[in-house]
């Protein structure tokens, strides 16, 4: 295959942000989810319409502001260098920490949306049976939201690995650092090494069929309602 080692290396470093920004994705996600899927109030209809905003805002709009917040004035700024972590622009975890917020829909909607599919019958069931809110929602409500969470799994990633406004905005161009794969095939146009190019977009677009058609295979495989 006719790709350089600094193809590798984008390849390399979107793997590893998609696996970790997935993983934190899961973690924040879920309880984030089970409360929005269950509240009411007008806070919980704020925050969802909060959580969905990337899904409508410009990449660019959402990366300037969270470099100027990540920035030496800024209060994320201001907080990372008070514990000596230093500035977060420009840098991995600085990515990372932008893609868990620019991916958030993708994890929280398909949750939510499995959360509220189950229904209060099998928690009212649960309890009836003396099972505490944690045994219900680890031996009940997870395995009934299964689909739920291999959707939220598997649009986190994909969305994670095809970001480039706001990677870019935020991570820059630092080849083995904050380089990632479109980052890579933009610098590669921008050079008119269109056959290195056509390696890595193909790659992309194959990526991106098969997840869709998966998701596509375990919709078609959930019971019908």
Excluded: C
């Excluded at 291999?150 to 990633?157: D, G, H, P, R």
């Amino acid at each position: 295959m006719p790709l350089a080692a600094e193809d590798w290396s984008a390849i390399r470093l979107t793997l590893e942000l998609a696996t970790t920004t997935t993983i934190l994705l899961l973690l924040l996600g879920t309880p984030l989810a089970w409360w929005l899927a269950r509240s009411r109030s007008l806070l919980g209809q704020a925050v969802g319409a909060l959580v969905t905003l990337p899904l409508v805002l410009p990449p660019t709009v959402l990366g300037f502001y969270l470099l100027l917040a990540m920035g030496s004035q800024g209060p994320l700024g201001r907080l990372t260098l008070w514990l000596g972590w230093g500035l977060l622009p420009f840098t991995f975890a600085g990515l990372v920490i932008t893609s868990v917020l620019y991916s958030l829909p993708f994890a929280v909607q398909p949750l939510v949306q499995a959360f509220r599919a189950i229904g209060p019958r099998p928690l009212e069931v649960a309890a009836t049976l003396r099972a505490s809110p944690w045994d219900a929602f680890f031996s009940v409500v997870l395995p009934l939201a299964k689909p739920g969470f291999i959707t939220a799994t598997v649009m986190s990633f994909a969305h994670t690995v095809g970001e480039f406004g706001v990677v870019l905005m935020i991570g820059g161009n630092i080849p083995d650092r904050t380089r990632v794969i479109s980052v890579q095939i933009y610098d590669r146009v921008e050079a008119l090494e269109y056959a290195q190019a056509h390696w890595l977009a193909g790659g992309m677009l194959v990526f991106s069929f098969v997840v869709l058609f998966g998701l596509h295979l375990v919709a078609a495989r959930r019971p019908a309602p």
